[in-house]
């Protein structure tokens, strides 16, 4: 194990936070000090970019949401496509075992055909004999019960493969429809993130790293506020050994880009990072976060430790992992990489836990 991997959860939280020291402000601490008071001539400028950060915002939460569209699409469409791969396989055996029942109910009728028709069994039954009539009336039983049991077989598998066949069919039509659901997601994505940089290019560069400035005292202060709640009191949990793992994997992402739909190992959606980390962790979970939200057990935030993941946003479109110390790992929106933040710094919905 590397030294970087060998590290506690404690050590990396707070070499994390040392990165991220802007972002989390503890209880009761002021934020920066404010700029001096803008002149008249200003202020609708600053107004302005305010009105420009909550619409940026609006379209890469939009493009958020499109994206777990896109990603669910895509993961029902892997499960489709191993089903299909697997009613395959058994539409091929049953085939095969159809052949076999024709192969054996065409010598039974070409048996027939040499006997003009009459079973051998049924030739000694009407042999006039007694004793060869007692002697193979057993036989007849069970050549009767072998046809009958064969014209059984036959039916019964051509059905079978007749239900393959329609839910092989049924497959590759939501498989389709899939793929449908999957395009349109994919221009929203794009159409969203297209809008939200196209409106970030009409700024100069004073004007986006005044932009880039409001973005982060709108965290600092939801965090802040958070932090002022006393909640990390009451958090104390320890990470179990798969969750330091998932911590682990987490960490070592850190400064890898943010692109939507992507979920490793050069580059990270925000459930992307995730799903892999916990993958890496030895636990499969839900690609998406909303089907993470679904679920996973629900925990109590004063009952969070590092591993847990901090579900966001009423229509739970983002998702961050919990590091402990107020603060997560995410892989945060177009433009960005995957960074620590703080825990509090957007709208929590509720934590879950892969490994409950």
Request: proline share 4%; hydrophobic share 35%.
């Amino acid at each position: 194990m590397s030294k970087r991997n060998s590290m506690s959860v404690a050590q990396m939280a707070a070499v994390a936070l040392v990165c991220a020291v802007t972002v989390l402000a503890a209880p009761g601490t002021a934020l920066a000090a404010p700029t001096p008071t803008p002149s008249p001539s200003a202020t609708p400028k600053s107004t302005d970019l305010e009105a420009v950060r909550k619409k940026i915002d609006k379209l890469y939460h939009d493009a958020a949401v499109a994206t777990d569209e896109y990603n669910a699409a895509e993961e029902k469409a892997d499960q489709q496509s191993v089903e299909i791969v697997k009613l395959a396989k058994k539409i091929a055996v049953g085939q095969q075992k159809l052949d076999r029942l024709k192969k054996s109910a065409g010598a039974v009728a070409r048996e027939q055909y040499r006997t003009g028709g009459i079973p051998r069994e049924t030739q000694f039954l009407l042999s006039g004999d007694p004793q060869q009539f007692l002697d193979n009336a057993g036989r007849a039983y069970q050549g009767q019960q072998a046809t009958k049991n064969l014209l059984s077989q036959l039916t019964a598998t051509q059905k079978e493969l007749g239900e393959y066949a329609d839910d092989a069919s049924a497959k590759w039509k939501e498989l389709d429809e899939g793929a449908q659901r999957k395009a349109t997601a994919k221009k929203k994505v794009e159409r969203q993130i297209e809008e939200a940089q196209k409106l970030e290019s009409t700024l100069e560069k004073k004007e986006r790293e005044r932009l880039r400035k409001l973005e982060e005292e709108a965290e600092q202060k939801a965090q802040t506020a958070w932090l002022s709640s006393g909640v990390l009191k009451e958090i104390n949990g320890r990470a179990t050994a798969s969750g330091k793992k998932a911590v682990q994997f987490a960490t070592a992402q850190l400064g890898k880009p943010y692109v939507w739909g992507a979920e490793g190992p050069k580059s990270y959606d925000c459930s992307g990072l995730t799903s892999q980390a916990w993958a890496a962790a030895g636990h499969g979970i839900p690609r998406t976060s909303q089907e993470q939200w679904k679920q996973l057990k629900h925990i109590d935030i004063d009952d969070m430790r590092p591993g847990d993941l901090i579900i966001y946003h009423d229509d739970a479109s983002h998702v961050g992992m919990y590091i402990g110390d107020g603060a997560i790992i995410h892989a945060p929106r177009p433009g960005r990489t995957v960074t620590v933040a703080g825990a509090g710094s957007m709208a929590i919905l509720g934590v879950v836990r892969p490994d409950a």
